[in-house]
């Protein structure tokens, strides 16, 4: 499990707005990561949360800010895990923090 490879490629989705893969990416390490009760684990199911969320918004689904809201209030919840991150992959935390903001979550 290579967590900052992980993060990287969930940077690069995320640039690309390609949300659903990012969740996909995420939520594979998360497994594993729960297996082993890794003190990550419950930042990646934040990330996966915040994935969930802008792919709310992207598809514009019935309801999509009220359940985007909703979704990211997981990555609210485990944003602080970040502490645990080297200074190069906290950029995770500020991309999805900016994304979040443009898509009027925060």
Same mark, same amino acid.
């Given at each position: 499990?290579?967590?900052?490879?992980? #993060?990287?490629?969930?940077?690069?989705?995320?640039?690309?707005?390609?949300?659903?893969?990012?969740?996909?990416?995420?939520?594979?390490?998360?497994?594993?990561?729960?297996?082993?009760?890794?003190? #990550?684990?419950?930042?990646?199911?934040?990330?996966?949360?915040?994935?969930?969320?802008?792919?709310?918004?992207?598809?514009?689904?019935?309801?999509?800010?009220?359940?985007?809201?909703?979704?990211?209030?997981?990555?609210?919840?485990?944003?602080?895990?970040?502490?645990?991150?080297?200074?190069? #992959?906290?950029?995770?935390?500020?991309?999805?923090?900016?994304?979040?903001?443009?898509?009027?979550?925060?």
């Amino acid at each position: 499990m290579d967590i900052e490879k992980e #993060l990287h490629l969930f940077l690069y989705l995320l640039s690309k707005e390609d949300y659903y893969q990012a969740h996909d990416e995420m939520e594979h390490l998360w497994r594993e990561m729960k297996k082993e009760d890794h003190k #990550l684990t419950n930042f990646i199911k934040g990330l996966i949360n915040a994935a969930v969320a802008f792919e709310h918004i992207k598809r514009a689904t019935p309801n999509a800010s009220i359940k985007a809201q909703k979704t990211f209030a997981g990555f609210a919840k485990y944003k602080n895990d970040c502490k645990y991150l080297t200074d190069e #992959l906290k950029a995770v935390c500020f991309a999805v923090e900016q994304k979040a903001k443009h898509m009027n979550l925060l």
